[in-house]
């Protein structure tokens, strides 16, 4: 019986053990817990250098980094003589906080007390990180959860913030490449190398999240003035954006490198070695704020030169005082020096790349004055240089939108900008205002929009916004410009790049800028800068003549010398050309006269002597050109022109005294928009264009001129555009040379002249007798102010069948022609105000029938003596303007409902008799 016993004992008291105790999972500690006899035990691990418990707890060493590579803990009790093991799954909400404590699964338990053996911690394939003793006793009270702590020695660890701050060197020896190629905002992640000062041991620190503030402090600091703007001086920091953690010691960092990211892309930016940053202390589970990270910056750097070159230019133009005007900064603004240097390439109208350098420099709108000193020849990145630009008393946008290696459409954008302000004119403006809304109603047409140009009133000719004097020769160093402004400004020729200008600033200027570069002088060629294509010099009143280093540019392809009324500009368009005033064409053109493409010569002056227009042996050199400006330029007598190997897409020479156009002006490229001869003297309609030209023009405006044919009828070619504008000529017979070449005219305005008649197949014959196959096209006329009576047939649907906007108002009909009235596309048709010679009211009958008219929409006859109308009014003729009929009598009923909903326009005097709607102002 005894060895019965002994066998119950040894074989079945472990198998009740097991049975009271069983591990159960959860993550409350308020789970409920049932049963009177049951209790439950959670085990919480810590690491033993950062423990603190209220009594001391037994614990052994674990050869483990971090505390979260422990993932189980298997303990053994003992109950009564009973050895009860269990394992435990150990958890926490991350592996970064883990560092400061894990806790097990609960475990469930007979009520009781039991006795701490020893434990075991786990890794996560279950292998053995440590083991240990215990000792200790454990009270399970029933239905109640009972905590008991751990501890295992772990690396001690703890985080870091890290700051990263400025620290300038006299040299960049301590960076890979050897200087800083970036901007120290430029910034967004960053790799840490630490030393351990005791065991010399490095930490690698790799990737870590970077955020930069700007602070700013109520003082100035440093050896700037306190001229130099803002009061606050600014500042930039970087931080890392999260903490990492690092083994428990004292630090340095040593090492470094920054990154830019742009997208999925990671950009490295420097590799900082030799550094010798602050040390600081990492203490276990504690949180070390703004270890400091010394990012090298070079004093000595390109960038940094360049922002001093740009506080010595400020200076030297009397920076202080600057007030901006315009639109593209706030207004007043001004630049700022009272911030960290790296951070004076950051002003207004400058423009930095990624490395720092400075690539645009923009003063147009400052006010500035003096003299640009020789410092300018330090930005040799520069791309973009405007001293001033022909909007600045506009807003100044144009050099503010300019960058570095434009695309092709922002050049065309930049380049057309001035002519889109102050030259532009759609040849149709001078149509009614009722043909004008039939075409922009037409979408196969190109609308038109209302001119907004400038007047030559709101921006004066000589009126000046900046008073530079001279700028120093150093811009020979600028290789890689490209955009290139002088405008406003008091400057004469012979100041331009054409001697140092020693200007320093009293403690800023440490080079002596001569000397620096006098080995380079000799190698300055303006030939050199291959990348200058776009070039302004608008408005500088002391401008005698071109100054001479445009004529060495090889590869100019747009020259800006708008309203520089100080030259002689017939002169100096020889001179441009032929590299001589006094050329007569037979020599070696300058390499500047076969590049240029587009020439602004508007508003100068051409001289006083009849035929100032360079001969075309000159201009024909001109071989790329393909847009001219001359508007009021006092251009006198004869153009010659180019010669037909010159192909033109816009040519402006309105408002001049020009009496006649060369036969061999120039030939017509296929994207012609307007060629403009508006406001001349102009006698014949010269005879330099082909209709039969695969390619047809937008416009061609003749208006405001003096004539009265064309030149060479017999032989004469037409025009090759869909716009025509003859109006406010001295015509008396139509010029019917136009149609019998078959010119595929659309729109034709010959309003303001003396037209008496238009004969029978004046438009739909052509020279040999024939059918005009280009009649068909016409859809536009305006006839007004002639001294027309009749019509012939021409202008019925058999001849010009889409007509769709037809004006003869102020004319001599006494009965409104009936002709244009059956083309099946007639939208609107007016015949106001006909008079006969002795200035009498003659249209005197209402057109019956012509509501019926299958697609007009609008009808114009006011300023006529019309008497009763008989006809009843239609929804479909739905504007009808009658005003200044005195004796008029007309009945609306019919459309007064579409009166009142706003889908009938009646354009009427109160005083009329106009009868059945009250929803007119009538006073009766």
Same mark, same amino acid.
């Given at each position: 019986?005894?060895?019965?016993?002994?066998?119950?004992?040894?074989?079945?008291?472990?198998?009740?053990?097991?049975?009271?105790?069983?591990?159960?999972?959860?993550?409350?500690?308020?789970?409920?817990?049932?049963?009177?006899?049951?209790?439950?035990?959670?085990?919480?691990?810590?690491?033993?250098?950062?423990?603190?418990?209220?009594?001391?707890?037994?614990?052994?060493?674990?050869?483990?980094?971090?505390?979260? *590579? =422990?993932?189980? !803990?298997?303990?053994? %009790?003992?109950?009564?003589? @009973?050895?009860? +093991?269990?394992? /435990?799954?150990?958890?926490?909400?991350?592996?970064?906080?883990?560092?400061?404590?894990?806790?097990?699964?609960?475990?469930?338990?007979?009520?009781?007390?039991?006795?701490?053996?020893?434990?075991?911690?786990?890794?996560?394939?279950?292998?053995?990180?440590?083991?240990?003793?215990?000792?200790?006793?454990?009270?399970?009270?029933?239905?109640?959860?009972?905590?008991?702590?751990?501890?295992?020695?772990?690396?001690?660890?703890?985080?870091?913030?890290?700051?990263?701050?400025?620290?300038?060197?006299?040299?960049?020896?301590?960076?890979?490449?050897?200087?800083?190629?970036?901007?120290?905002? *430029? =910034?967004?992640? !960053?790799?840490?190398? %630490?030393?351990?000062?005791? @065991?010399?041991? +490095?930490?690698? /620190?790799?990737?870590?999240?970077?955020?930069?503030?700007?602070?700013?402090?109520?003082?100035?600091?440093?050896?700037?003035?306190?001229?130099?703007?803002?009061?606050?001086?600014?500042?930039?920091?970087?931080?890392?954006?999260?903490?990492?953690?690092?083994?428990?010691?004292?630090?340095?960092?040593?090492?470094?490198?920054?990154?830019?990211?742009?997208?999925?892309?990671?950009?490295?930016?420097?590799?900082?070695?030799?550094?010798?940053?602050?040390?600081?202390?990492?203490?276990?589970?504690?949180?070390?704020?703004?270890?400091?990270?010394?990012?090298?910056?070079?004093?000595?750097?390109?960038? =940094?030169?360049?922002?001093?070159?740009?506080?010595?230019?400020?200076?030297?133009?009397?920076?202080?005082?600057?007030?901006?005007?315009?639109?593209?900064?706030?207004?007043?603004?001004?630049?700022?020096?009272?911030?960290?240097?790296?951070?004076?390439?950051?002003?207004?109208?400058?423009?930095?790349?990624?490395?720092?350098?400075?690539?645009?420099?923009?003063?147009?709108?400052?006010?500035?004055?003096?003299?640009?000193?020789?410092?300018?020849?330090?930005?040799?990145?520069?791309?973009?240089?405007?001293?001033?630009?022909?909007?600045?008393?506009?807003?100044?946008?144009?050099?503010?939108?300019?960058?570095?290696?434009?695309?092709?459409?922002?050049?065309?954008?930049?380049?057309?900008?001035?002519?889109?302000?102050?030259?532009?004119?759609?040849?149709?403006?001078?149509?009614?205002?009722?043909?004008?809304?039939?075409?922009?109603?037409?979408?196969?047409?190109?609308?038109?929009?209302?001119?907004?140009?400038?007047?030559?009133?709101?921006?004066?000719?000589?009126?000046?916004?900046?008073?530079?004097?001279?700028?120093?020769?150093?811009?020979?160093?600028?290789?890689?410009?490209?955009?290139?402004?002088?405008?406003?400004?008091?400057?004469?020729?012979?100041?331009?790049?054409?001697?140092?200008?020693?200007?320093?600033?009293?403690?800023?200027?440490?080079?002596?800028?001569?000397?620096?570069?006098?080995?380079?002088?000799?190698?300055?060629?303006?030939?050199?800068?291959?990348?200058?294509?776009?070039?302004?010099?608008?408005?500088?009143?002391?401008?005698?003549?071109?100054?001479?280093?445009?004529?060495?540019?090889?590869?100019?392809?747009?020259?800006?010398?708008?309203?520089?009324?100080?030259?002689?500009?017939?002169?100096?368009?020889?001179?441009?050309?032929?590299?001589?005033?006094?050329?007569?064409?037979?020599?070696?053109?300058?390499?500047?006269?076969?590049?240029?493409?587009?020439?602004?010569?508007?508003?100068?002056?051409?001289?006083?002597?009849?035929?100032?227009?360079?001969?075309?042996?000159?201009?024909?050199?001109?071989?790329?050109?393909?847009?001219?400006?001359?508007?009021?330029?006092?251009?006198?007598?004869?153009?010659?022109?180019?010669?037909?190997?010159?192909?033109?897409?816009?040519?402006?020479?309105?408002?001049?005294?020009?009496?006649?156009?060369?036969?061999?002006?120039?030939?017509?490229?296929?994207?012609?928009?307007?060629?403009?001869?508006?406001?001349?003297?102009?006698?014949?309609?010269?005879?330099?264009?082909?209709?039969?030209?695969?390619?047809?023009?937008?416009?061609?405006?003749?208006?405001?001129?003096?004539?009265?044919?064309?030149?060479?009828?017999?032989?004469?070619?037409?025009?090759?555009?869909?716009?025509?504008?003859?109006?406010?000529?001295?015509?008396?017979?139509?010029?019917?040379?136009?149609?019998?070449?078959?010119?595929?005219?659309?729109?034709?305005?010959?309003?303001?002249?003396?037209?008496?008649?238009?004969?029978?197949?004046?438009?739909?014959?052509?020279?040999?007798?024939?059918?005009?196959?280009?009649?068909?096209?016409?859809?536009?006329?305006?006839?007004?102010?002639?001294?027309?009576?009749?019509?012939?047939?021409?202008?019925?649907?058999?001849?010009?069948?889409?007509?769709?906007?037809?004006?003869?108002?102020?004319?001599?009909?006494?009965?409104?022609?009936?002709?244009?009235?059956?083309?099946?596309?007639?939208?609107?048709?007016?015949?106001?105000?006909?008079?006969?010679?002795?200035?009498?009211?003659?249209?005197?009958?209402?057109?019956?029938?012509?509501?019926?008219?299958?697609?007009?929409?609008?009808?114009?006859?006011?300023?006529?003596?019309?008497?009763?109308?008989?006809?009843?009014?239609?929804?479909?003729?739905?504007?009808?303007?009658?005003?200044?009929?005195?004796?008029?009598?007309?009945?609306?009923?019919?459309?007064?409902?579409?009166?009142?909903?706003?889908?009938?326009?009646?354009?009427?005097?109160?005083?009329?008799?106009?009868?059945?709607?009250?929803?007119?102002?009538?006073?009766?």
């Amino acid at each position: 019986m005894t060895t019965y016993n002994k066998i119950i004992k040894q074989f079945l008291a472990p198998i009740i053990a097991v049975l009271f105790c069983t591990a159960v999972t959860g993550c409350k500690d308020d789970e409920g817990l049932q049963g009177s006899e049951y209790g439950y035990v959670q085990f919480k691990l810590y690491k033993a250098a950062s423990y603190q418990p209220a009594e001391e707890t037994p614990a052994s060493r674990a050869a483990s980094e971090m505390l979260s *590579d =422990i993932q189980k !803990v298997e303990v053994e %009790l003992n109950y009564n003589g @009973t050895s009860i +093991t269990q394992t /435990l799954v150990l958890n926490s909400y991350s592996s970064e906080n883990a560092e400061y404590g894990m806790r097990s699964d609960k475990l469930q338990l007979m009520a009781g007390t039991y006795t701490m053996v020893g434990y075991r911690l786990l890794d996560k394939v279950d292998e053995v990180v440590s083991s240990y003793n215990a000792s200790g006793d454990i009270e399970v009270r029933p239905g109640e959860l009972t905590v008991h702590d751990l501890t295992a020695e772990v690396q001690e660890r703890g985080q870091v913030q890290f700051k990263l701050m400025k620290s300038w060197v006299s040299d960049s020896r301590a960076s890979t490449p050897s200087e800083e190629t970036y901007l120290f905002n *430029d =910034i967004n992640m !960053v790799d840490i190398t %630490l030393r351990n000062t005791f @065991t010399q041991a +490095t930490v690698e /620190l790799e990737k870590i999240p970077v955020r930069q503030e700007l602070n700013y402090s109520d003082s100035e600091q440093g050896d700037v003035p306190s001229e130099t703007g803002d009061k606050y001086y600014s500042s930039e920091i970087a931080y890392t954006d999260s903490l990492v953690w690092v083994p428990a010691g004292e630090y340095q960092v040593v090492e470094y490198s920054t990154y830019r990211k742009s997208g999925a892309v990671t950009y490295n930016l420097e590799i900082g070695t030799g550094v010798e940053g602050t040390a600081f202390t990492v203490e276990d589970n504690q949180v070390t704020k703004d270890a400091e990270v010394p990012v090298l910056l070079s004093e000595t750097s390109e960038k =940094i030169k360049d922002y001093m070159a740009l506080y010595e230019i400020w200076k030297a133009l009397n920076g202080p005082e600057w007030n901006y005007v315009g639109e593209a900064y706030p207004a007043g603004a001004n630049w700022n020096f009272n911030k960290e240097k790296d951070m004076w390439g950051v002003q207004p109208g400058v423009q930095l790349d990624d490395n720092g350098r400075v690539t645009a420099l923009t003063i147009a709108g400052f006010g500035a004055k003096g003299v640009v000193p020789d410092a300018i020849g330090q930005l040799t990145e520069l791309r973009i240089l405007a001293f001033g630009a022909h909007d600045e008393k506009l807003g100044g946008n144009i050099t503010a939108s300019l960058r570095a290696d434009m695309s092709e459409a922002d050049k065309k954008k930049v380049r057309e900008n001035y002519a889109n302000l102050f030259l532009k004119k759609d040849s149709r403006e001078d149509l009614s205002e009722m043909l004008q809304w039939v075409i922009n109603r037409d979408p196969k047409q190109k609308a038109i929009k209302k001119s907004t140009r400038i007047s030559p009133k709101d921006v004066q000719i000589g009126a000046v916004t900046n008073e530079i004097t001279e700028i120093s020769k150093a811009v020979m160093r600028l290789t890689k410009l490209q955009n290139l402004f002088i405008a406003n400004s008091t400057i004469t020729a012979d100041k331009v790049f054409t001697d140092w200008v020693s200007n320093p600033v009293e403690g800023v200027t440490t080079r002596d800028y001569k000397e620096e570069w006098k080995d380079e002088v000799s190698g300055w060629k303006w030939e050199n800068f291959k990348d200058l294509t776009d070039m302004e010099l608008y408005n500088c009143k002391n401008f005698d003549k071109i100054p001479d280093f445009v004529l060495q540019l090889p590869e100019l392809q747009v020259l800006n010398l708008a309203c520089n009324r100080g030259m002689k500009m017939k002169e100096q368009w020889i001179r441009l050309v032929t590299g001589s005033t006094s050329g007569d064409g037979t020599g070696t053109p300058t390499t500047v006269a076969s590049k240029i493409q587009m020439l602004y010569f508007g508003y100068n002056d051409f001289g006083d002597e009849e035929n100032n227009f360079p001969p075309l042996k000159v201009l024909s050199h001109m071989k790329n050109l393909h847009m001219l400006d001359c508007t009021s330029s006092g251009v006198k007598g004869k153009v010659e022109g180019f010669g037909s190997d010159v192909v033109l897409s816009q040519l402006l020479l309105s408002d001049n005294e020009i009496t006649e156009i060369g036969g061999e002006f120039c030939s017509f490229s296929n994207d012609v928009e307007t060629l403009n001869f508006a406001n001349n003297k102009i006698k014949l309609i010269p005879n330099i264009f082909d209709a039969s030209s695969l390619y047809v023009m937008g416009g061609v405006d003749f208006s405001g001129n003096q004539i009265t044919g064309v030149a060479d009828p017999d032989n004469f070619k037409g025009i090759n555009a869909s716009s025509v504008n003859l109006s406010n000529n001295k015509l008396v017979k139509f010029p019917k040379e136009l149609f019998q070449a078959e010119s595929p005219i659309t729109t034709l305005n010959l309003a303001g002249n003396g037209i008496e008649k238009i004969e029978e197949g004046d438009i739909v014959n052509n020279r040999a007798g024939g059918r005009n196959k280009n009649a068909n096209l016409i859809s536009t006329i305006d006839l007004r102010f002639n001294k027309l009576s009749s019509l012939p047939d021409d202008f019925r649907a058999t001849g010009i069948p889409y007509l769709r906007g037809f004006d003869v108002s102020y004319n001599c009909f006494s009965k409104v022609p009936e002709q244009p009235l059956n083309c099946s596309e007639l939208e609107a048709i007016g015949v106001r105000h006909q008079r006969d010679a002795e200035g009498r009211r003659i249209l005197r009958e209402w057109p019956v029938g012509i509501t019926e008219c299958p697609s007009l929409l609008q009808l114009q006859i006011g300023s006529n003596d019309i008497r009763k109308v008989d006809e009843e009014m239609t929804p479909q003729l739905w504007i009808v303007e009658v005003k200044d009929n005195p004796s008029i009598t007309l009945d609306v009923t019919s459309v007064c409902s579409y009166i009142s909903a706003g889908l009938w326009m009646l354009i009427y005097d109160k005083t009329q008799d106009i009868r059945g709607c009250d929803a007119l102002d009538i006073e009766n």
